[in-house]
């Protein structure tokens, strides 16, 4: 069979040959391509093209060859299966976890991790260039990088087919492309030194001769020595199937349940309290609710876990009020699961997507279990926001602490606090500490937990920033520094306004979405600030997620 110089499979009599060709298309649903991987999206899906034609390959490794098939097609773009290695990436390793293949839950796994960490800096750099049209201090380069106009062809053609510059700008990014040598040392291992200058000069690798103020400076990924069992909290959506009670994660791209009796990334006591529930609840006959027809009882099982303290929470959440044997169901989890301190119930009968409903009671214990980031305590109750991975939380706030310069004089605005976690963290060094949260019940916790602490130079405010901020400013309160911590949508624009009027000589974000931050980082400049220096942070392991800290300072 004729093959095209991509390695195409002709066939031209086919209905999808007929249509490719008429849409003008190099490739058809079914053909089987050889193509070079040049990079990776942002939904770690590895990126190549068939005679300048973009497919996007589950799992497939920036700078491998691989033969692939076709499984839909766009004008601009389409999305193929990976069916052999033709030449592996020397970052390809075997996934540990027995259900990778099919679990949603982690998309990185079958990637080295210093690899890993090098394509997350790289990420973090394409957004700030190619959204927030920043300049980033070239530093030294290792092999295996694509040519730059070849990735930004790429970008326009995947702009143009999905229409999404904000998660697009970013969709192709090569393993350590314009990127620092692999990772070694202190930054391999997440720590950090305490004293280390938020401006000086690079913590690995080779140093760069230019002047900082030419532009930003981001620095290799902070990893972890331990990149497994990492995550605090289990969220496991319950089913059922022929031989009963199942309990797991979605299959990618799917609703339909994976049973899962141990997940790499979950401490390993959250795994033993989910087998032990779904144990427990195929002997006493619970019934798992059902998305399709709404009927049945048991929907979540989530589990929380404090580091520090080895508290544990179960959490039962139902499609209804009344569980039944809940008292047997009570003194097996004590008598079996001695580590549970708290045993709640949350009520959720809509028909939604989300897990919590609006009603939370205790059914056994105490309504929260405790955990340390650092020196500092924090009660987690029930549907408490706290971040998952508390190793790594301490790196992230060690590093906004730093990029704060806190002397012990200053004011300093948290101007999305959740429950305090960052605003406790700078209460240590600072001279006053004010949170402001929308969320009523955040608030009710972040002020428990500065008395929990002592902290009484900490006040928090319910609402919404850009409204309550310009009233401290009208009270007369000025903020030395400004920390956000906005949702992956970023800062609302007021409130960005709101910085730019309240002028603190340093403004310290705190990204969960390289894109987002991006964006806001080109508003606070064109407003007259200059970012200095951007810390990403893995704070979740073998996914495609990166947190990052940004420092800004006011010119």
């Not at 000025?478 to 800062?491: L, N, Q, W, Y």
Request: hydrophobic share 40%.
């Amino acid at each position: 069979m004729n093959k095209n110089r991509s390695g195409r499979k002709a066939r031209p009599g086919s209905p999808s040959a007929a249509s490719a060709a008429l849409a003008g298309l190099p490739v058809a649903k079914n053909d089987e391509v050889v193509i070079d991987i040049i990079g990776m999206n942002h939904d770690g899906e590895g990126v190549g093209r068939a005679d300048g034609y973009t497919l996007f390959v589950q799992g497939a490794l920036p700078g491998e060859k691989v033969r692939v098939k076709v499984l839909k097609t766009k004008k601009q773009y389409g999305y193929a299966k990976l069916l052999e290695l033709v030449e592996a990436s020397p970052s390809r390793i075997a996934a540990p976890c027995p259900i990778y293949d099919q679990c949603g839950g982690c998309q990185l796994q079958h990637m080295d991790y210093t690899a890993q960490l090098d394509w997350k800096r790289q990420l973090v750099v394409d957004n700030l260039e190619r959204i927030g049209k920043l300049t980033v201090l070239r530093e030294p380069q290792v092999s295996g990088e694509a040519e730059e106009g070849e990735q930004a062809e790429l970008l326009a053609g995947e702009a143009a087919g999905r229409g999404d510059s904000a998660s697009l700008d970013q969709a192709v990014v090569g393993v350590g492309q314009s990127a620092e040598g692999s990772v070694t040392g202190s930054q391999a291992t997440g720590k950090l030194s305490a004293g280390e200058n938020a401006t000086g000069s690079l913590t690995a690798g080779a140093q760069s001769t230019e002047d900082p103020r030419d532009g930003i400076r981001v620095l290799p990924t902070l990893g972890m020595s331990n990149p497994w069992r990492y995550r605090n909290k289990s969220q496991v959506p319950i089913g059922v199937t022929e031989g009963g009670l199942v309990g797991g994660f979605y299959a990618r791209g799917s609703h339909r349940i994976i049973d899962m009796e141990a997940c790499l990334i979950q401490h390993e006591h959250n795994d033993e309290v989910v087998s032990r529930i779904k144990e427990l609840g195929r002997r006493l006959g619970i019934t798992a609710y059902d998305e399709e027809t709404g009927k049945g009882l048991l929907r979540h099982v989530v589990v929380k876990i404090g580091f520090a303290t080895q508290e544990m929470m179960i959490v039962l959440v139902t499609n209804g009020d009344r569980i039944p044997h809940a008292d047997e169901w009570i003194a097996a989890i004590r008598k079996e699961l001695p580590a549970v301190v708290s045993i709640c119930q949350n009520v959720n009968t809509r028909k939604t997507n989300v897990i919590f409903g609006d009603v939370t009671r205790v059914l056994w214990g105490s309504e929260v279990i405790h955990d340390y980031i650092g020196d500092v305590k924090f009660a987690i109750s029930a549907r408490s926001f706290y971040q998952v991975n508390p190793v790594q939380t301490e790196v992230l706030y060690s590093k906004t602490v730093e990029y704060a310069g806190l002397t012990g004089n200053e004011t300093v605005i948290d101007a999305y606090c959740g429950i305090g976690t960052i605003s406790l963290f700078l209460a240590q060094h600072a001279k006053k500490v004010y949170g402001v949260e929308i969320v009523k019940e955040a608030i009710e916790d972040a002020r428990a937990n500065a008395r929990l602490n002592g902290m009484d130079h900490v006040e928090f405010a319910v609402g919404a920033s850009e409204d309550v901020i310009p009233k401290w400013k009208e009270q007369g309160i000025e903020a030395d520094v400004i920390v956000v911590d906005p949702p992956r949508k970023g800062c609302d624009p007021r409130l960005l306004d709101t910085i730019l009027q309240m002028k603190p000589e340093r403004v310290v974000y705190v990204s969960c979405n390289p894109s987002t931050l991006a964006r806001d980082l080109r508003i606070l400049e064109d407003g007259g600030y200059r970012t200095v220096e951007v810390q990403p942070v893995d704070m979740f392991p073998h996914t495609v997620h990166v947190e990052s800290v940004a420092l800004l300072v006011r010119e």
